[in-house]
């Protein structure tokens, strides 16, 4: 089984966490570029976060088998601080590094004008730099803020199919389906998704279009949720086919509208040991920790 995790906040994990996931499958990964979990002071901060995320932390994830990916953007919550709005002029130089695949996170936090002007001024940066939009859905109110992110997607005369719509559940996927959009969903302990939801969702809308990510950052998430919404849907007799659309083929589709995605083995990994799915976690011997070289 091989997994391509499309949104998850390595900078906040361990090292245990690589070497968990590689084990579990995770041969590819993309991390968002997002809030920190308190207010940068300065448009300086963002660019040593932005270096680190395509040059140091790809170095840290090849060294457990793992390729790197990031997204680059201002979020939509540190959008609403002045001190930090001017760093949209500084985007075009990261989005053609080697590594960024997609401008994100952006969209909607609280709703406010400064989000408006931050949200409208990436996806034509998008545009420019002819790259797929990675759009977050507000925690509070979701269901007028999906909407709202959908009129201004169409508005901003985007593509549909280059934008993936993240942290969707059962209220809001049916419009981002209808969009043309990708649906991304967040597989948490206790917030957003579970994998039994997830599974529910994937028996009534199907396979096309919908990724499966864990999200995991410094609050309280599973960087294996990847794995085990993969178990949870053969458990539920989805073939090892459909899980491979949703867990592999469906983001390398979607990022690789970049042609910036590398997914060759990392040398010194061999690419054909993949955990065996019938296996599951405890019957194989991958999982149990073992380096594959």
Sequence with gaps: MRIFDPHIHMSSRTTNDYEAMFASGVRALVE????????????????????????????????????????IALNPKEANDPRCVPVLEELPR????????????????SMTPAEDHAFATQLQLAREYDLPVLVHTPHREKLAGTRR????????????????????????????????????????????????????????????????NSAADWGRSDPLKTRRTAEAMLAA??????????????????????????????PGFESSAFPDPAAGFEGNSVLRGERVS
């Design 94 to 109: 990261y989005l053609v590094k080697e590594g960024a695949v997609a401008v994100g996170e952006i969209g909607y936090d």
């Design 149 to 212: 992110t959908l009129d201004v997607v169409r508005e901003s005369g985007i593509a549909a199919g280059t934008v993936l719509v993240d942290h969707l559940n059962e209220t809001n996927i049916e419009m981002v389906k209808e969009a043309g959009s990708w649906m991304g969903f967040s597989i948490y302990p206790d917030t957003k998704m579970d994998e039994r939801r997830m599974v529910d969702l994937l028996q009534r809308y199907g396979t096309e279009r919908i990724l499966v």
């Design 32 to 71: 968002p570029a997002f809030w920190l979990g308190q207010p940068r002071t300065s448009v300086e901060s963002f660019l040593d976060y932005f270096d680190s995320l395509l040059g140091w932390e790809r170095f840290r994830a090849a060294q457990f088998g793992i390729r790197h990916h990031a997204t």
């Design 237 to 266: 007799g989805f073939s090892e086919d459909d899980v491979d659309q949703v867990l592999w083929r469906n983001p390398v589709e979607f990022y690789g509208q970049s042609g910036q995605l590398i997914l060759d083995p990392i």
